[in-house]
């Protein structure tokens, strides 16, 4: 079958490899009709995970069933389903209380596993023809419809991209009347903005430097903030004061900032004064500033404990100088990480079902298979107008 293999550090290639087969009597075949690059996908690609090297990559995958093992009790051949991007066992402690992200045994010696994905347990990666699912009957979410239809990429967002959005508001719990403000524009900062509306945010602000994400932001009802354009904590506290003239008791003002915060950039973030120059503490010294007092800071952006090619000796161990008195000052509820795509995943489809939720609005592009080499390029380099990209295998 045809499969994306990372070959070195910014360079991928499209090759034929062995097709997986059913290793375990639990373990179910997919068949993939369409299959995403994520941005996490870019910090592999770019070596910054370490490691992934003659990997097939990818782990957003949308499909239907080809093959079951002897022992599957609820999935059957023809069903159309995803899978999400962390694999679960479905009995261990942490998947029982619904911590799918940190299932403890599909990883042995480590909490968590996904596929295509270096240190996550060596599953083979989504961005192929096909793909073994282990504990079919645990990861599978089955869907309606059929492939191509109106929903395929609605759907293909649920196995990881509309999920992670969805912690970010469930980590900051996100209810009516809420002020949000996400730093990172990319695909899940986009769904983070709808995700945070459709749970009744009154405003929604979205931080980024690129035009066309921006704008993006904009036609989704946000208030796009150009990181570029002077600093945008300063911006986005002016405004706030603005809309609050006229409603907030006199001597309110220390109470001005957002309920909300998300970063939805990680560790890649950049320096606003050079965008050459990685800063991955310029969103939380942010944040610090805009969180009202007992506001609430959702960190969903990816940091790492080992990154050999951070800029000091302190980040290439995952450590990092932040504004922690700020925020024990202000009594900020913190919450982070990956995401439990299970947690959320069958509900969010209910959602797009019935027309709640219209994910797929964010995504920018729809290439065969054989393009993922170009589609890597230019999404990494977020050029293009590259927002999110789905691969047709
Ligand atoms: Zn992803
Ligand atoms: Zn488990």
Redesign the pocket.
């Known amino acids: 079958m045809q499969a994306v293999v990372l070959t070195k550090p910014r360079q991928v290639s499209i090759e034929e490899v062995a097709e997986p087969q059913l290793q375990a009597t639990t373990d179910v075949l997919l068949r993939l009709s369409s299959t995403?690059i994520?941005?996490?996908?870019l910090h592999i690609y770019e070596g910054r995970l370490g490691g992934g090297e003659r990997m097939v990559i990818g782990?957003?995958p949308l499909g239907v069933v080809e093959r079951v093992g002897s022992d599957l009790v609820n999935v059957r051949v023809g069903d159309r389903v995803t899978v999400p991007?962390h694999i679960c066992c479905g009995f261990c402690p942490n998947c029982v209380h619904g911590f799918w992200a940190q299932c403890l045994t599909t990883n042995p010696g480590k909490a968590g596993a996904a596929y295509g994905y270096p240190g996550m347990g060596g599953y083979t990666g989504a961005q192929a023809e096909l793909l073994r699912v282990p504990f079919g009957d645990a990861n599978c979410l089955r869907l309606p419809g059929e492939p191509g239809d109106s929903w395929e990429h609605d759907f293909v967002l649920l196995?990881?991209?509309l999920p992670?959005a969805f912690h970010a508001t469930e980590l900051t719990r996100v209810r009516e009347g809420d002020i949000v403000v996400i730093y990172g524009a990319g695909a899940i900062g986009l769904l983070t903005a709808m995700c945070a509306y459709m749970r009744g945010a009154a405003q929604v602000f979205v931080v980024d430097a690129i035009p066309e994400r921006l704008d993006k932001a904009g036609e989704l009802g946000a208030v796009p903030i150009d990181m570029r354009e002077g600093d945008a904590a300063d911006r986005i506290l002016e405004q706030l004061a603005r809309e609050r003239t006229g409603i907030a008791w006199r001597g309110e003002e220390a109470n001005l900032g957002a309920t909300v915060c998300i970063d939805a950039i990680g560790f890649q973030a950049r320096d606003p004064h050079d965008y050459s120059v990685e800063k991955p503490t310029t969103v939380i010294d942010d944040l610090a500033r805009i969180v009202a007092p007992k506001g609430r800071l959702g960190i969903i952006g990816v940091f790492l404990d080992s990154d050999p090619r951070a800029r000091d000796e302190a980040a290439q161990h995952g450590e990092y100088l932040i504004p922690w008195g700020t925020l024990f000052k202000k009594g900020v509820t913190i919450g982070m990480g990956r995401d439990d795509d299970k947690r959320y995943n069958d509900h969010l489809r209910d959602s797009i079902v019935r027309g709640r939720i219209n994910p797929s609005a964010i995504v920018s592009h729809r290439l065969p298979l054989r393009d993922a080499a170009d589609a890597f390029t230019k999404f990494d380099a977020r050029s293009d107008g590259y927002i999110k990209v789905v691969l047709e295998p």
């Open positions: 995403a994520c941005g996490t996908d782990h957003e991007t196995a990881d991209a992670t």
